[in-house]
């Protein structure tokens, strides 16, 4: 094999981590986002990406008010960070041809590891597949039914694992397999 | 050229920067409604002509076609009402907070929320004094933040202070038509 991560040059396996590292140090914060703005509950999700449109208000005949009680303390409850189909079509822009970037570059860490050809084939899919997966959840949470918000939490997993699998197998196969030079 | 120019100046408006608050809401409310021990929300659920009218006097529509005032009370004797108002501008949404004495005259503007390309703007804005010029203004009165600090701070800010003044308006608005007008 003309490309392989074992026997490679010491700069390039040293660039393959500093690149592992930073998209790990990104993955991290991006967690950290997510648990700040969306959550990891399909009700989070779904409240997130359904919002208001999914339940469309019929106004009242005439103006009604209602008046309930609350306490301070319910002033500092969190506000649900809501994205509407504007901002979903901004981030579907923003983060899909970045997450594919991502793929790309792990997948070419990938083809430099000795696995089976079965394995290396499901790994890239895995890596291009947990995006798509991620941002169908979302639109269609909000086109079709709160339901699939589990598709957005099973494709986030899904990059959270295929990044901790790549990143796994580099290191060992790099600095810590027998045969390597 | 022009047109990437052109492109990227399109790509930099679409690219609204992250959400910060500038004051929390309970800090907001404890300026706004001083002294208060308990509070209602008070939800007024509008009705197509109502929303209408309102629309048709200060170009708004509350979320959802709801308007929450929120009332404050210290034992038995009531402290004021305020509300949050939304203003959407071209850099991304700002928050103001317009509490009301029992008089119905403004007692204060805090601006909650804005992003953080706006947050210097706002904070020269209100280091100019632009909440100061709110106070006692009654609904049908027209807030004039905007032109009353145009000479001491930068065009952002008056930009800003601009927005701020939507915000005002569209509190003034609302509680004027529909805080003691429809009931519970």
């Not at chain 1, 074992?6 to 648990?35: D, E």
């Not at chain 1, 002033?75 to 793929?103: C, K, R, S, W």
Request: overall charge neutral.
């Amino acid at each position: 094999m003309l490309y392989d991560l074992r026997r490679a040059a010491l700069p390039i396996k040293w660039l393959v981590t500093c690149l592992l590292a930073t998209l790990g140090l990104s993955y991290l914060f991006g967690a950290l986002m997510i648990s700040l703005y969306a959550g990891f509950t399909p009700q989070r999700v779904a409240a997130t990406y359904a919002g208001p449109e999914m339940s469309m208000r019929m106004p009242p005949e005439t103006t009604m008010v209602v008046e309930h009680p609350i306490t301070r303390a319910d002033f500092a409850q969190p506000e649900v960070h809501a994205v509407d189909t504007n901002l979903l079509i901004q981030d579907t822009h923003v983060h899909v041809p970045m997450y594919g970037i991502i793929a790309a570059a792990l997948s070419v860490v990938v083809v430099g590891l000795p696995l089976r050809r079965g394995w290396a084939l499901g790994l890239i899919t895995l890596l291009f597949a947990a995006p798509w997966l991620d941002f169908a959840g979302m639109w269609l949470t909000k086109f079709a039914s709160a339901r699939f918000a589990i598709l957005t939490l099973i494709g986030g997993w899904a990059m959270a694992a295929g990044y901790v699998v790549v990143a796994a197998l580099a290191v060992r196969h790099m600095w810590l397999s027998p045969e390597r030079n | 050229m022009n047109l990437l120019m052109r492109v990227a100046a399109i790509a930099m408006m679409l690219h609204i920067t992250p959400a910060v608050v500038l004051v929390k809401r309970p800090d907001a409310v404890e300026a706004l409604l001083p002294g208060a021990d308990a509070y209602t929300a008070r939800d007024v659920h509008l009705s197509d002509v109502d929303a209408h009218r309102l629309h048709v006097a200060v170009d708004w529509s509350p979320e959802d076609g709801v308007l929450t005032f929120y009332k404050g009370k210290a034992g038995s004797v009531l402290v004021g009402a305020l509300e949050f108002v939304r203003v959407d501008t071209p850099h991304g949404p700002i928050e103001v907070a317009v509490g009301f004495t029992p008089q119905a005259t403004v007692r204060g503007v805090i601006v909650t929320k804005a992003t953080v390309e706006m947050k210097p703007w706002v904070l020269e804005a209100v280091a100019a004094g632009l909440t100061n010029h709110y106070q006692g203004l009654k609904p049908g009165d027209s807030p004039g933040g905007a032109a009353a600090i145009a000479n001491q701070a930068g065009n952002l800010a008056e930009y800003i202070a601009g927005e701020v003044d939507k915000g005002v308006a569209r509190a003034l608005a609302a509680y004027g038509a529909f805080y003691n007008h429809v009931r519970a």
